[in-house]
């Protein structure tokens, strides 16, 4: 089974949403779309589940065209954001309903929900309201409602958003083992770079409605194709020289090494964050970022090197790598 | 804050007084209405509410027209409203906004002005002295203030909720059954409460619309015990006939006090 | 796109039904003669109908009481109103007998309470003179001397509508956030200040809707007059629907009672018009001066 878009494109007015989307992901891959708010990300995502039209393009799942097809006859399952249960009904009830609609017989209706609440650890809570959960019981329910139906692709909408940041890295490897085991292709959307490395085989970065790069999560890293790319992955933020000759120098923040015979630098602040310390350091060259031991003193002055090799060059105008 | 204690007692005797003095007088004999300070043999009576509840129709006929004419012109408004709301909280901004623009405007038309009209379809199609038909103007008028109330409560609510149960199957119909009207019930209730209120004491409609003394509606049967003469009007009866006309919208007004409420503010705060 | 548009429209069709043909059909009569003497035929008349209007000093009249009874019963339920409210915007016991009994005048049916109200005016035996008579020594003939039979109308409208009125402004207090109070606090303003500056500002939406709505409706009131005075006395209550409605089913005479409801609607619009461009103007002044 495999998902397939070809250039796939929505238009509203004569304003394009997103446009150009090409990509192939199959059984065991799981592809991470990430990007800032208002990208298109979560519009590819509909327009996958059929929740949104095409304008142009095509979308095939398992080698089906189903660009016409309503959500229905998609067979999908999607987690939202907000888990989008229906909060007057219990959890049994949530995932009974669409098995209701499909006409599932009411004998197999219960054995089906009872194995999927076990695989989530939710059986004592079949009878309860969305409102009596926690937030990642909800998230479990809204995953346990895409998982019944045993659809042929996964699409996952900013599934952990709404967790606060330690429940989220709990679950994480849970939601992970739980996504690859189903051996289907999943997409995951996210704003956060740090769950699509964690979660995905590959990522897509998209802005402004195109996907800027698609690759593995290390070889975006390694080898950005854009000033964006660069820019949108790791943590503390690469560091972007003053152009020069419509050239702009970007070096990653643990690339930095002191040397006395480097750039001088004045330290302008420092943030100590337990197992490293982030230093602010201000250049001829720019703000720079740099990433250090945290038994480290640093001087109020001090000199900084870096290899040439590590650094990325982009073009000024168009953001592109220059190699 | 002493003003603000004394605001309450105030508020509720400015709007309780006057149902006081209908309820004293409908227990007074007419000779103790005419000189209350005499001394009267009798000065209670019960006998004008047995004059009221039994006259030609009797009384109760009046409350259960007006029961039926409200209860089947708020299904046929809601009937109507449930899917023209829905459909308008999904309609682009610059339509919506247009139509909204629109029906704001019939809300606030004086609909007293359309009887002739109306009346002269009453007379072409042969649609008076019928309830039942009666509700289909109310319906109609009660479009613009039901529209506007669900369309708010449509809009509100997360469009997650509909997608997940389209990507689950659910036709149009199911969602419906399923998802909307369970969660916008709140708005239903408060919509459903202002519609029946407006039909319940419509006047100028009923009023020319019917004719057959025993399909009268509550406000007209009142009118005509008014119509009969300036000074002549039988007042003791007449204020039993408001008590016992007045306790079912009483009870009403106590049971529903909250969607009533929040049904007239969210139509203000959006409007 | 389609299904949506099939969903709106049989409510747009009723709607059309109700408003649209009726306004059709008044602006189609208003050039028709179509009464008793014509046996209920639609003639064409020229315009006959609207030089009729146009000279009729009844109905000049009546708009002139129409509008002296809308301006005076709106202007008292929204000052009165506004008071009510703010006194009693405070968290307190209570609140649901408030609303109830603030509900309770104005879901009553108009014509229930205007009889009521024409017993306790009543002169000789109505509660109002007996107490004006004990208190001045004459009798007081509310409703059959035409400077206080107008005055009487409109207070039953004030008492029907201003506990309403004050229940829909205390929603909208209930709306601004008490820190904006609590921050004018701490730069020293009292609350003379807070109330014009944060109260009447933000609450402004409110009053202006609930002034249109209560004008348009006061503009068209029709049950409270016909039940307590019959427009009298001598016509001096009567209200241009009342008008209306005497020629339609009084004179029947169609094509002038037709005249009559486009003339007023016309006469409505444009007094809606300039309403409109008037609060729209404050507003925006409002937003200017506004504390932000």
């Not at chain 1, 304008?55 to 080698?63: C, D, H, L, P």
């Not at chain 1, 943590?235 to 040397?259: G, M, T, V, W, Y």
């Not at chain 2, 109760?60 to 039926?68: E, I, V």
């Not at chain 2, 209120?197 to 004719?211: D, G, K, Q, R, V």
């Amino acid at each position: 089974m495999t998902l397939h878009l070809q250039n796939v494109g929505r238009c509203i007015g004569n304003q394009w949403i997103v446009r150009h989307l090409a990509f192939q992901i199959g059984n065991d891959e799981c592809l991470a779309l990430v990007g800032p708010s208002g990208c298109g990300k979560s519009t590819t995502l509909r327009l996958i589940a059929g929740l949104d039209p095409v304008s142009e393009g095509s979308i095939a799942i398992g080698g089906h065209d189903v660009t016409k097809l309503t959500p229905a006859e998609r067979s999908i399952g999607m987690v939202f954001q907000s888990y989008a249960l229906l909060p007057h009904l219990s959890v049994f009830e949530n995932l009974e309903l669409g098995l209701k609609i499909r006409n599932v017989q009411c004998k197999d209706r219960s054995i089906r929900i009872q194995r999927v609440l076990d695989l989530l650890q939710l059986s004592d809570r079949a009878s309860h309201r969305p409102a009596q959960l926690s937030g990642g019981q909800r998230q479990r329910v809204a995953l346990a409602r895409a998982l019944i139906r045993d659809p042929e692709v996964y699409l996952l909408d900013e599934p952990m958003s709404n967790l606060d940041a330690q429940l989220r890295e709990g679950i994480r490897p849970e939601l992970r083992r739980l996504v690859l085991e189903q051996q289907k292709p999943t997409i995951y959307v996210t704003h956060d770079q740090h769950e699509a490395m964690a979660m995905a085989n590959k990522i897509a970065i998209i802005n402004h409605g195109q996907i800027l790069q698609l690759d593995t999560p290390i070889n975006l890293y390694k080898n950005p194709n854009s000033l964006f790319v660069a820019q949108f992955l790791g943590r503390p933020q690469i560091n972007c020289l003053k152009p020069s000759d419509n050239q702009i120098q970007a070096i990653r923040p643990e690339d930095l090494k002191f040397d006395d015979s480097g750039l001088p630098c004045r330290l302008l602040s420092r943030e100590w964050l337990g197992n490293t310390q982030l230093l602010y350091l201000a250049s001829s060259e720019g703000d720079l970022r740099m990433i250090m031991d945290p038994s480290f003193e640093c001087p109020e002055r001090l000199f900084v090197r870096w290899d040439p090799q590590k650094a990325f060059y982009f073009d000024r105008e168009t953001g592109k790598r220059i190699p | 804050m002493k003003m603000n204690r004394s605001i309450i007692p105030l508020l509720i005797i400015w709007s309780l007084a006057p149902l006081v003095w209908q309820l004293y007088t409908s227990f007074c004999t007419d000779q103790a209405l005419v000189m209350p300070f005499a001394e009267h043999a009798q000065r209670w009576t019960l006998a004008h509410y047995q004059s009221v509840l039994n006259s030609d129709p009797p009384f109760l006929n009046y409350l259960f027209n007006s029961l039926f004419a409200g209860v089947l012109s708020t299904l046929l408004t809601l009937i109507l409203a449930l899917p023209a709301s829905y459909s308008l909280s999904k309609l682009n901004q610059r339509t919506a906004t247009l139509i909204k623009a629109l029906l704001i405007g019939c809300a606030l038309f004086p609909y007293v002005l359309l009887f002739l009209a109306l009346l002269e379809v009453a007379r072409f199609l042969q649609l008076g002295n019928s309830l039942i038909a009666l509700s289909i103007p109310y319906a109609a008028l009660s479009q613009p203030l039901a529209v506007l109330l669900l369309t708010n409560a449509f809009a509100d609510l997360p469009t997650e909720l509909e997608d997940a149960a389209r990507v689950e199957g659910l036709t149009l119909l199911q969602r419906f059954r399923w998802i909307l009207l369970p969660l916008i019930a709140p708005a239903i209730a408060s919509t459903s409460i202002l519609v029946f209120l407006f039909s319940w004491n419509e006047y100028p409609i009923a009023l020319t619309w019917i004719s057959d003394s025993s399909k009268l509606t509550l406000p007209v049967a009142m009118a005509r015990i008014a119509g009969s003469s300036i000074h002549s009007v039988p007042y003791g009866p007449y204020a039993a006939a408001t008590v016992l006309g007045s306790i079912p919208l009483i009870l009403l007004v106590m049971a529903f006090q909250k969607p009533i409420v929040s049904g007239l503010t969210s139509g203000a705060v959006k409007g | 796109m389609t299904t949506l548009l099939l969903l709106l429209l049989p409510s747009m069709l009723f709607m059309a039904g109700v408003f649209a043909l009726p306004l059709a059909r008044y602006l189609w009569l208003s050039f028709h003669a179509d009464s008793v003497m014509t046996g209920l035929v639609a003639i064409p008349n020229d315009g006959a109908n609207w030089n009729r209007f146009l000279n009729d000093l009844r109905y000049w009249q009546d708009l002139g009481q129409t509008l002296r009874f809308a301006v005076a019963s709106v202007t008292l339920e929204l000052l009165l109103g506004l008071a009510i409210a703010l006194l009693l915007n405070q968290p307190q016991r209570g609140r649901a007998l408030i609303r109830t009994t603030s509900l309770i005048p104005w879901a009553l049916p108009t014509t229930v309470m205007a009889l009521g109200w024409r017993w306790i005016f009543n002169t000789p035996y109505g509660p109002v003179n007996r107490l004006f008579e004990s208190v001045f020594g004459h009798s007081l003939n509310a409703l059959g001397e035409p400077s206080l039979a107008w005055l009487t109308t409109v207070y039953a409208d004030v008492w029907k509508t201003t506990p309403f009125v004050a229940l829909i402004l205390l929603a909208g207090l209930q709306t601004i956030p008490s820190d904006l109070y609590e921050a004018a606090r701490l730069e020293g303003a009292g609350a003379l200040t807070c109330l014009k500056k944060i109260t009447l500002p933000l609450l402004l939406p409110y009053l202006g809707l609930a002034l249109m709505f209560r004008m348009a409706q006061a503009f068209g009131v029709f049950d409270l007059i016909q039940v307590m005075t019959g427009g009298g006395p001598a016509s001096s209550t009567e209200s241009i629907a009342l008008y209306a409605y005497w020629n339609a089913l009084r004179f029947l005479d169609f094509g002038y009672s037709a005249t009559i409801m486009i003339g007023s609607f016309i006469i409505l619009t444009m007094m809606v018009a300039i309403a409109w461009v008037v609060i729209a103007t404050a507003r925006r002044r409002s937003v200017v001066g506004a504390p932000s």
